[in-house]
């Protein structure tokens, strides 16, 4: 059986049955889903939760939608086929990993693909029929927050990419891209006058889905990216609109296929994107939708953008990956935090060998999307605790000579405290010890009286579980 | 951060923002909340 969304749920059931909920209770996809979702974090709770009475657009009800899968990073690690308690280096090792084992796809025929038992075309594919979520209150329309695919010129491959699609009419949809890969497909297409085919994928296994939010060089065919993470061949198949000419996912939940207009733009947002601001309305492309097929009983993915499911992961594998490639062996970990909304800030811990290692990993790692925070750790530092890192600038950090600002490098139009268009600061912060000098050691019980002492032997679990956390 | 400027809508009153280099054209615009489609000359206010 090849991959897919429900391979996933069945093994979240399984592993993780602790984080995976299942609402049957009728709601409504304007603004409840994420209503639902605000009140599960407010209580500091990421399920995963798999709607399974949601009202479409058009009112219907009965529709499903699952959302809020990669919030919690054990959850990916799940889906990397990890054991859900390596969520920390060793998940952005194996990401970054996976990303240079590339595996070639597969066709086969439509008869074997499960996303083509429902095909609609033409008038028949209404996007009204599908639960597009309203996700934040100044959103200009229901957006769909999935991946679209473009096939990039010249047979390079494919472009998996996050992007977000507003509903406009039953067969068009407004789409922001940002100046990236499906941006250059486009815009070379449009100097031609001739409009750009893409397939809008809504759920399949999030190994797959994890495929669009790595930042891989131009030259990579994204389906062989996604073949990696999955750890077995994309299995693609000829869309209705184009055949052999743009293959699509045949174990996708649903697929809209649509064309690109050239020269055309209309308005598009406001839309509560991944900085947790709403991006502006704005002039943008137009996509006129030519097929819709989907799987019988469908599964609609959603990601809760604006909020922790936004998959940060693949930006700090590429800056892994970068990193290793300059100081092999030396990287013990990266974390882009959430509370740096992922792109922005990120945390490396280095073994430093020798003085101005930390200056060569920040540079490394300043050229993946838009870090505008850098702080490199000691390996002693565990980057994915925001404790240690801010201890780590507390003690073994003076700005005057360990602070570096570099300006005018590019930045993301959705950090609204960029006071130019399109480039930022960014601000590389060395909170390493210093090697050529004697350094403090931390404070720490002897290792003999930790393995001696064991909690349970002087407060019973209950008792343990009483307490309240503390979270400073 | 791209610019962006606050329009009302003539009809809801519902404030919403756009991105500000692209007015001036008199483009079409559209009110989040009313769905009304908005041409930069009828916007009761820019901000
Ligand atoms: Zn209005």
Redesign the pocket.
């Known amino acids: 059986m090849a991959s897919d969304l429900r391979s996933y749920i069945s093994q979240l059931e399984e592993v993780l049955p602790q984080q995976y909920v299942v609402i049957e209770k009728e709601i409504d996809s304007r603004f409840e889903i994420t209503a639902l979702l605000r009140r599960l974090e407010k209580a500091d709770k990421f399920p995963s939760v798999l709607f399974e009475n949601v009202k479409a657009i058009n009112g219907q009800s009965g529709k499903r939608v699952f959302t809020n899968v990669t919030a919690d990073r054990r959850r990916i690690a799940l889906a990397l086929g990890l054991d859900p308690d390596k969520w920390r280096s060793e998940l952005t090792a194996e990401f970054a990993r996976r990303a240079e084992k590339l595996i070639e796809p597969v066709t086969v025929s439509r008869a074997e693909a499960p996303v083509k038992q429902v095909v609609k075309v033409g008038a028949g594919a209404d996007l009204q029929d599908l639960p597009i979520i309203y996700h934040h209150e100044m959103d200009g329309n229901p957006y769909g927050t999935l991946l679209v695919l473009t096939k990039k010129p010249e047979n390079i491959g494919y472009n998996l990419a996050y992007h977000r699609t507003m509903y406009k009419s039953p067969q068009q949809t407004g789409i922001h891209m940002s100046p990236f890969h499906s941006w250059k497909t486009f815009t070379d297409n449009e100097k031609k006058g001739l409009p750009t085919p893409v397939a809008i994928v809504h759920g399949h296994h999030p190994a797959f889905i994890l495929a669009g939010v790595f930042m891989s060089p131009w030259p990579w065919d994204e389906y062989k990216v996604a073949g990696a993470f999955l750890g077995e061949p994309v299995r693609l198949v000829p869309s209705e609109t184009w055949g052999e000419d743009l293959l699509v996912p045949a174990d996708a939940e649903v697929i809209i296929e649509g064309e690109i207009l050239p020269g055309v733009r209309e308005p598009e947002g406001p839309f509560g994107e991944w900085s947790g601001y709403y991006g502006p309305q704005r002039q943008n492309p137009v996509i006129q939708v030519k097929a819709i097929t989907h799987r019988q009983d469908y599964i609609w993915y959603d990601t809760d953008i604006g909020h922790l499911d936004h998959p940060g992961i693949g930006w700090e594998a590429e800056i892994y990956r970068r990193v290793n490639d300059v100081l092999p062996g030396s990287v013990r970990g990266v974390f882009c935090p959430y509370s740096g909304r992922e792109g922005f800030h990120a945390y490396i811990s280095i073994e430093k060998l020798s003085e101005g290692l930390p200056a060569i990993a920040a540079s490394a790692a300043q050229t993946v999307g838009y870090p505008k925070l850098i702080v490199v750790v000691d390996d002693d530092i565990d980057p994915y605790d925001e404790r240690e890192v801010l201890f780590s600038i507390a003690t073994r950090f003076q700005a005057d000579k360990d602070l570096t600002v570099l300006k005018n490098v590019r930045g993301s139009m959705l950090d609204p405290s960029m006071s130019r268009l399109t480039t930022h600061t960014s601000t590389f912060i060395d909170a390493t010890k210093p090697i050529d000098e004697p350094f403090p050691l931390r404070v720490q019980v002897p290792q003999a009286a930790l393995e001696k002492v064991k909690l349970e032997d002087y407060i019973p679990r209950e008792r343990v579980d009483e307490i309240p956390y503390t979270s400073y | 951060m791209v610019q962006i400027a606050w329009l009302r809508?003539p009809?809801?009153d519902?404030k919403f923002y756009v991105e500000k280099p692209q007015l001036g054209k008199d483009a079409n615009w559209f009110?989040p909340?009313?769905k009304?489609t908005v041409k930069e000359s009828e916007v009761n206010e820019i901000v």
């Open positions: 809508c009809d809801c519902g009110c909340f009313c009304r």
